[in-house]
Each structure stands twice: as C-alpha cells, then as structure tokens.
C-alpha cells in the first residue's frame, strides 16, 4: 500500500539555520513525490517535485530536496532559513498506476524563530 | 489568472441539512480533485474528474457524498443530510492534465455542521 510518512509534527529552528523536513515513502514501484507548503490562513502551495532523472531538485522560495531511492526518502532541505518559511508542509506521492490520486503526509509544521 | 476559486469560503450548516461546496478551476485545466483537510486525518482524496468525466470517486463517502461537473469552468461536492463529522475543510485542487502534474489549490470552503 501507499504511503507517506512525516515524522516529526513539529520543527523549531532560529533564523538563519539550515532546515531540513524529514519525509519517507512506501510505495512497491517509483513514486512520484512533491512537496507542498501551507501558510497559515492559505491554501496549499506547490513547492517542487521529483518525477524522474536528479534525485535533487530544486524547487520554488530556494527550497531542494533529495530523492534516496536506498532508504524510501525525499527529505525538504532549505539554508538558511527565513521567518517567513513558516508554515506547515506536506510531502505526497503519487504512483505511476492510478498516477493522479496523490497520498499527503500528515505534515510538519515549521517554525523559524526570528 | 485568478487561480482556483471556491465559494463559498465558510459554510455553517445544521445537522441533517444540505451542503453544496462550488469549485471553480484554473482556466485550461482539465483536471478537477477535491480533498477533505482535518487536523485528525490530514488531507484525504475524495475524487477526481478529468475533461469533465469522473475517474474516481474511491475516497468518497458512500452514502451522502457526490460530486459533478457539469461544465469545465466548474463543479460541485454535494454533501446531503450533513453530519458533525463532516465538518472540515474541503479543498478544489486543478492540474492541466491531472497524472504526475502540480496541482494548484483553491483557498478552501471552511464547513461548520452543528
């Protein structure tokens, strides 16, 4: 079955930090994976995403992540952080059989103090 | 491009009453889903159209829960008899094509059944 997993619901860091939101997968073939960010009060917000080729991409608000095939992750990397990135975050999959039907984590919120 | 649009963006029902959610996408898009946002279940798949058909309605409660799309400017969740537990925040999400694609999420309708 299909699976995401984020297991930290909270991260707190200081400005100027490097960030780094943990997310693992299960999933029998390869997934696609994306990221996606909510602000507080907003909708959520497409950040990157990992389809096929270099397992890191980068993706929009100089956030990257890394694509590990060995231990099932795609970990959100982003230095140094900014008070603004403050929000929580979502890590899904989507599976190349009934690809579209795309599995959220229960999400990390981030809070960068100031 | 406005994004996506829902309307309304707060809706207090009560219990046994009727609740229609309306989902206006992105303009080009031929991919509608739609979501449920809990804190306790996070975000949940309900269903998902593509060029106005429906593909699957798998994360759809069975009894009271439909969902259309009668044109390709929008569609609706209609929610009948309305519960307590389906008090939520119910996304509309587009994509152009819907497989392995960004998704673009409207704000949300906040759904309050008393």
Not at chain 1, 1 to 21: F, K, M, R
Not at chain 1, 48 to 58: A, E, N, Q, S
Not at chain 2, 2 to 14: E, F, L, Y
Not at chain 2, 57 to 69: H, I, N, T, V, W
Request: charged share 20%.
């Amino acid at each position: 079955a299909q699976s995401v997993d984020q297991p930290d619901a909270h991260v707190t860091l200081s400005e100027g930090a490097s960030l780094e939101l943990r997310c693992s997968y299960s999933y029998s073939a390869a997934p696609y994976l994306f990221w996606y960010v909510q602000y507080p009060g907003q909708s959520l917000q497409f950040l990157l995403k990992y389809i096929t080729g270099d397992t890191v991409v980068k993706g929009t608000k100089g956030f990257e992540a890394e694509f590990r095939k060995s231990n099932s992750s795609f970990n959100l990397k982003k230095s140094p952080a900014h008070w603004s990135d403050s929000a929580k975050y979502f890590c899904a999959l989507e599976g190349p059989t009934n690809a579209y039907k795309v599995i959220f984590g229960k999400g990390t919120h981030l809070h960068v103090l100031p | 491009n406005a994004g996506v649009i829902q309307t309304p963006r707060h809706k207090v029902t009560g219990k046994g009453q009727e609740a229609t959610l309306w989902c206006e996408p992105i303009s080009g898009h031929s991919a509608v889903f739609w979501y449920r946002q809990t804190i306790v279940q996070g975000l949940e798949f309900l269903t998902y159209f593509r060029n106005q058909a429906p593909i699957d309605d798998s994360g759809m409660p069975k009894e009271r829960f439909s969902a259309q799309m009668p044109n390709q400017s929008h569609s609706t969740l209609k929610i009948q008899s309305t519960q307590p537990q389906d008090s939520a925040v119910y996304l509309c999400a587009s994509s152009r094509k819907g497989d392995q694609d960004t998704q673009y999420f409207g704000p949300g309708t906040r759904l309050l059944v008393l």
